[in-house]
């Protein structure tokens, strides 16, 4: 079963509002790593988290991780069209070796 | 930098063909991965190499499927026979190794959308 589960499963809001995307996991994880997939493409890579780590902020991205909770959140301030993909959340795990386990994504929809 | 190279990009076989995706990593990463992405299982690990050693391969499918990685530059994921369920988009994935001999982020190719008939 995957790892991680995203929250909620599709997201549309209006451009320049805000977007929260919320991710659950089981198990106990070094790092948990948010990635964007435009549609017809690769993944990408968009911020880090470790598990030491409570908060960590990269331009208009905001995540935030609560081990004791094995949850973690992704905002994006200030959306814009291009913000319009599916996002993942993928636990790189204690007793996992180097595998990230990815979630199931929310795709998440900006109107102009 | 080119960043991961994905070949074929879109393939159409037909049920029972050998189909054989090809992958280049980024040049200096020590990890390569192979993943295949559905809408029904979302997207799942196949295989990864350390160092062009298999690691993991407890996420291939079945026999019909076998990947290779010859040299540091270069790998490729096998299906044969291949089967309509095998239809999906396969993403190989590389990465540099971390201080700590493990990996972090992971750089994805643009993937081959695979349609078997």
């Known amino acids: 079963s995957q790892q991680g589960e995203e929250d909620p499963q599709a997201l549309s809001i209006q451009e320049g509002e805000n977007a929260t995307m919320n991710c659950s996991y089981k198990t106990s994880i070094n790092n948990l790593q948010w990635y964007r997939q435009n549609s017809g493409r690769g993944l990408v890579h968009l911020i880090l988290?470790?598990?030491?780590?409570r908060e960590k902020h990269s331009g208009r991205l905001r995540v935030t991780l609560d081990t004791s909770k094995k949850s973690s959140s992704l905002l994006i301030t200030a959306s814009r069209a291009a913000d319009t993909a599916s996002y993942f959340c993928?636990?790189?795990?204690?007793?996992?070796?180097?595998?990230?386990?990815f979630g199931e994504g929310t795709q998440l929809t900006v109107n102009p | 930098d080119a960043g991961v190279i994905q070949s074929p990009r879109h393939e159409v076989t037909e049920m029972g063909q050998e189909v054989t995706l090809r992958c280049k990593p980024i040049?200096?990463?020590?990890?390569l991965f192979w993943y295949r992405q559905t809408m029904m299982r979302g997207l799942e690990l196949l295989i990864y190499f350390n160092n062009n050693v298999p690691i993991d391969d407890s996420g291939m499918p079945e026999d019909r499927f076998s990947a290779k990685m010859p040299n540091a530059s270069f790998s490729t994921l096998k299906i044969q026979p291949s089967e309509p369920r095998d239809s999906a988009v396969y993403f190989c994935?590389?990465?540099?190794?971390?201080?700590?001999?493990?990996?972090?982020?992971?750089?994805f190719g643009p993937g081959t959308r695979l349609t078997v008939l």
């Open positions: 993928a636990t790189g795990g204690r007793s996992s070796g180097s595998r990230l386990t």
């Open positions: 040049s200096g990463h020590d990890y």
């Open positions: 994935a590389s990465s540099p190794a971390t201080t700590s001999g493990s990996t972090d982020t992971q750089y």
């Open positions: 988290i470790r598990s030491n780590e």
